[in-house]
C-alpha cells in the first residue's frame, strides 16, 4: 500500500469517526436542518399530540418491537430506549428515548382506599402516558399494568397526577403505577389485626404482597425499559379501629408493612 493510499484511508476513518461522534451529531444537525425542540428527548411511554401536524416517521430506530416511536393517529409515542429520526412539517427531528422512571405506590385500607367517596367524582385526569393500574380486575393474576387516565370516583387519579406534576415540576419526571384491587388492597370494614395476620376468613396482606411481587417483577424483567425510582404505600384505614389501642395498632401495622417492605 503507497503513501498516497494509505493517507486517504486514513483520512476516511477519521471522518467516518468525527460523522458518528458526539461532534459528528452536531454537524449533522447544521448541515440537514435538524429541528431542536421538547420533543426530541422523551423517555419511554412518553406521548406528544401532534394533532395539526404533517408528520412523517423516517427512521423508527431499532426497538424491540415496533420502534423506538411509533405513530397512532395524531399521537407520537416513544415505545423503546434508542434514537429515531422524523420530521414535523418538513422539519428534522433525531429523538432520543430513554427509560423511564418507575414509582410504584400499593394502595391499601378500607373500601375508601378504592373509588367509594361518595359524591367525590373526581375530573382531573392523567397525562396520557404517564399513570397505569396494576391489577385491571385481575388481582394476583395480572401479568402487565395498563394505562391509567381517569376521572374516577375518589382520589385515584388526582393523586396519580399530583404526584406526576410535582415530579415534572422539579425537572425529573417519574411515571406512577398504582397497584389496587377492590377485595386485595382495599376491603370493605377491614381491621388491622385482619391486615395483620392471614386467618381462616382472611387473607390478610397475602395477596396484597403477591400483587406488589408480581408488578416489581414485571418490571425488574423490563429493565431495559423501566427504572424503579421509588416505591412505597399508601394507606386509608381507621374506622374499624376507632377502640383499638394505639400502641397496639402501631404494632399490626408495622408487622403488616414489613412484609410488604421484604416483598421490595
Not at 375530573?123 to 385481575?138: F, L, Q, R, S
Not at 394505562?147 to 406512577?176: I, M
Amino acid at each position: 500500500m503507497n503513501r498516497k493510499t494509505l493517507i486517504t484511508l486514513s483520512g476516511i476513518c477519521f471522518l467516518v469517526f468525527v460523522w458518528l461522534s458526539p461532534i459528528g451529531e452536531v454537524i449533522q444537525e447544521k448541515l440537514l436542518g435538524f429541528e431542536t425542540t421538547e420533543i426530541d428527548n422523551l423517555c419511554v411511554d412518553d406521548q406528544v399530540d401532534m394533532k395539526g401536524k404533517i408528520v412523517n416517521i423516517i427512521d423508527s430506530g431499532e426497538g424491540s418491537g415496533s420502534g423506538v416511536v411509533t405513530l397512532l393517529g395524531d399521537t407520537l409515542i416513544a415505545a423503546d430506549v434508542g434514537s429515531a429520526l422524523i420530521s414535523v412539517d418538513g422539519k428534522l427531528h433525531k429523538i432520543k428515548v430513554g427509560k423511564a422512571k418507575i414509582n410504584i405506590i400499593v394502595v391499601m385500607g378500607q373500601s375508601n382506599a378504592g373509588n367509594h367517596f361518595k359524591n367525590s367524582t373526581s375530573d382531573v385526569t392523567c397525562p396520557p402516558g404517564t399513570a397505569y393500574w396494576w391489577g385491571d380486575n385481575k388481582g394476583t393474576s395480572a401479568t402487565e399494568p395498563v394505562p391509567y387516565t381517569g376521572p374516577s370516583q375518589g382520589f385515584h387519579s388526582p393523586l396519580l397526577a399530583e404526584l406526576y406534576a410535582q415530579s415534572e415540576a422539579s425537572g425529573d419526571p417519574v411515571k406512577n403505577v398504582m397497584v389496587w384491587e377492590e377485595g386485595i388492597t382495599s376491603k370493605n370494614g377491614e381491621s388491622i389485626s385482619e391486615w395483620a395476620e392471614s386467618a381462616a376468613d382472611t387473607s390478610g396482606t397475602d395477596d396484597a404482597v403477591t400483587m406488589l411481587e408480581n408488578c416489581l417483577a414485571y418490571y425488574q424483567a423490563n429493565s431495559d425499559k423501566y427504572e424503579i425510582v421509588s416505591s412505597g404505600i399508601y394507606w386509608l384505614q381507621g374506622e374499624s379501629d376507632e377502640d383499638t389501642d394505639p400502641a397496639l395498632y402501631i404494632e399490626r401495622f408495622m408487622a403488616m408493612w414489613d412484609r410488604l417492605k421484604d416483598a421490595g
